[in-house]
T-cell receptor
Framework: NAGVTQTPKFRVLKTGQSMTLLCAQD?????MYWYRQDPGMGLRLIHY???????AKGEVPDGYNVSRLKKQNFLLGLESAAPSQTSVYFC??????????FGPGTRLTVT | AQSVTQPDIHITVSEGASLELRCNYS??????LFWYVQSPGQGLQLLLK??????LVQGIKGFEAEFKRSQSSFNLRKPSVHWSDAAEYFC???????????FGAGTRLFVKA
């Protein structure tokens, strides 16, 4: 039982490049989330999903897109990376929307 | 708007000393409250949670927290801190039917020998 996994763990992008972050969970959770963590700002919700095929915007969705084609996977895309998107990205999942289970994070640097 | 405030950005305590991390929330109804811990380079892990009932809740690693409705607080405590407790701690509240969580900005705990 791996819990929540994220790939890649680290990535460096140049401004304007695109990439996709993958989150996978093996706990059969309905709800999945993408957060970004920046110093002194806690975790901010980017997008979330309450079930397969559904997504919704969170607090800071601009510049990101998501897809949930399979229940166990939640993808976060950056279409045209900007330095302001340098951050640590965390995926989380939960079954009833309360306690969240987090992945180990992806550290992204945009130069 | 609902919010969670952790007044202390960082705290330093000596190993073996007691610890209290503060958390205040702004929420219209009885909230569901959580404390998470994040060790360096790791994701967040749940320490404890409060939904209802006894206002003093026990968690993992010897932590406890007390819900005080009159003060809108949910402070985290530990009687004797260990060096391995050095980490960042996040208070959180669940809103919107239970599938959105609002996190505080975090308190970083330093433990000195």
């Amino acid at each position: 039982n791996a819990g929540v996994t994220q790939t890649p763990k680290f990535r460096v992008l140049k401004t304007g490049q695109s990439m996709t972050l993958l989150c996978a969970q093996d706990m059969n959770h309905e709800y999945m989330y993408w957060y970004r963590q920046d110093p002194g700002m806690g975790l901010r919700l980017i997008h979330y999903s309450v079930g397969e095929g559904t997504t919704a915007k969170g607090e800071v969705p601009d510049g990101y897109n998501v897809s949930r084609l399979k229940k166990q996977n939640f993808l976060l895309g950056l279409e045209s990376a900007a330095p302001s998107q340098t951050s640590v990205y965390f995926c989380a999942s939960t079954s009833r929307g309360y306690e969240q289970y987090f992945g180990p994070g992806t550290r992204l640097t945009v130069t | 708007a609902q919010s969670v405030t952790q007044p202390d950005i960082h705290i330093t305590v000596s190993e073996g000393a007691s610890l209290e991390l503060r958390c205040n929330y702004s929420y219209g109804a009885t909230p569901y409250l959580f404390w998470y811990v994040q060790s360096p380079g790791q994701g967040l892990q749940l320490l404890l949670k409060y939904f209802s009932g006894d206002t003093l809740v026990q968690g993992i690693k010897g932590f406890e927290a007390e819900f005080k409705r009159s003060q809108s607080s949910f402070n985290l405590r530990k009687p004797s801190v260990h060096w391995s407790d050095a980490a960042e701690y996040f208070c959180a509240v669940v809103r919107d039917g239970g599938f959105k969580t609002i996190f505080g900005a975090g308190t970083r705990l330093f433990v000195k020998a």
